[in-house]
């Protein structure tokens, strides 16, 4: 019976020593798991913090201490840096080579610019159009009965309008009379980034492309060359509304 009241003594102790553990919880910002701390914060040594590292904090911030704080000099685009600099791999600082800065730009004294100002600055045979060295086109010659015609895109748009289909239709019948080549030039206004109006223009060539395709037209005989704003005339929506469309150039 003695023996029975010391177990049971014992029994009882080591229920009250487990309820005292269990009772004694970690005092934020002290922890034991994540569970202890804030919505997304973690436990690090015991202690809640806002990161382990930096992909705890998200672009453009770095974890230093467990907290997270902003990257000085850190960009999207260039509108986010001060002092002229360029945007380049998410830093704000001046350019080096000429691979840093955006199509159609080159880098000039830590600054990208235009490739050019005037032809002086091209190569020879080439012109100074739009800030980009071109080399000249030479005119398609007439020796086909027919010519396709230009097909025509809303502004920054690359779907084709019902208007577009029709016009393709009727230069699938042109070409099923003659088994060249073609060259569909893409181009856009002159509104929008250089490097964005070059995407639209090949975004617009290659719409063409498709829709000739699914009329019957081999791919193998369809070729896509985006110009973008580079051969834009317009000053005005109307004539804006002409710079934007791709046109068809026999080979």
Same mark, same amino acid.
Request: net charge neutral; glycine share 8%; charged share 30%.
């Given at each position: 019976?003695?023996?029975?009241?010391?177990?049971?003594?014992?029994?009882?102790?080591?229920?009250?020593?487990?309820?005292?553990?269990?009772?004694?919880?970690?005092?934020?910002?002290?922890?034991?798991?994540?569970?202890?701390?804030?919505?997304?914060?973690?436990?690090?040594?015991?202690?809640?913090?806002?990161?382990?590292?930096?992909?705890?904090?998200?672009?453009?911030?770095?974890?230093?201490?467990?907290?997270?704080?902003?990257?000085?000099?850190?960009?999207?685009?260039?509108?986010?840096?001060?002092?002229?600099?360029?945007?380049?791999?998410?830093?704000?600082?001046?350019?080096?080579?000429?691979?840093?800065?955006?199509?159609?730009?080159?880098?000039?004294?830590?600054?990208?610019?235009?490739?050019?100002?005037?032809?002086?600055?091209?190569?020879?045979?080439?012109?100074?159009?739009?800030?980009?060295?071109?080399?000249?086109?030479?005119?398609?010659?007439?020796?086909?009965?027919?010519?396709?015609?230009?097909?025509?895109?809303?502004?920054?748009?690359?779907?084709?309008?019902?208007?577009?289909?029709?016009?393709?239709?009727?230069?699938?019948?042109?070409? !099923?009379?003659?088994?060249?080549?073609?060259?569909?030039? #893409?181009?856009? @206004?002159?509104? =929008? %980034?250089? $490097?964005?109006?070059? &995407?639209?223009?090949?975004?617009?060539?290659?719409?063409?492309?498709?829709?000739?395709?699914?009329?019957?037209? !081999?791919?193998?005989?369809?070729?896509?060359?985006?110009? #973008?704003?580079? @051969?834009?005339? =317009? %000053?005005? $929506?109307?004539?804006? &509304?002409?710079?934007?469309?791709?046109?068809?150039?026999?080979?």
């Amino acid at each position: 019976m003695q023996n029975a009241r010391h177990i049971l003594r014992f029994d009882s102790v080591v229920i009250l020593l487990g309820l005292a553990i269990t009772s004694c919880k970690a005092e934020y910002p002290a922890c034991d798991s994540d569970r202890d701390c804030k919505s997304k914060e973690f436990c690090v040594d015991r202690k809640c913090q806002q990161c382990r590292n930096n992909g705890d904090c998200g672009a453009g911030r770095t974890c230093g201490s467990g907290r997270c704080s902003p990257i000085v000099g850190y960009c999207h685009d260039k509108s986010e840096c001060a002092g002229g600099l360029e945007c380049i791999a998410n830093h704000c600082r001046t350019c080096q080579l000429d691979s840093e800065c955006p199509i159609w730009t080159r880098c000039d004294q830590g600054r990208c610019i235009k490739a050019c100002t005037a032809d002086d600055n091209c190569r020879r045979g080439e012109t100074c159009v739009n800030g980009a060295c071109v080399a000249p086109r030479s005119e398609p010659e007439t020796k086909h009965s027919c010519s396709p015609e230009p097909v025509y895109f809303g502004f920054d748009k690359s779907l084709l309008t019902a208007e577009a289909r029709t016009t393709l239709k009727k230069n699938d019948d042109c070409l !099923k009379n003659a088994n060249d080549p073609l060259t569909l030039v #893409g181009h856009a @206004d002159p509104r =929008g %980034t250089t $490097e964005y109006n070059m &995407a639209l223009s090949d975004r617009r060539a290659q719409a063409v492309k498709d829709y000739l395709g699914r009329l019957g037209v !081999k791919p193998s005989r369809l070729r896509t060359v985006p110009r #973008g704003e580079l @051969d834009a005339t =317009g %000053t005005d $929506e109307a004539g804006w &509304a002409r710079d934007r469309r791709v046109d068809s150039e026999w080979r």
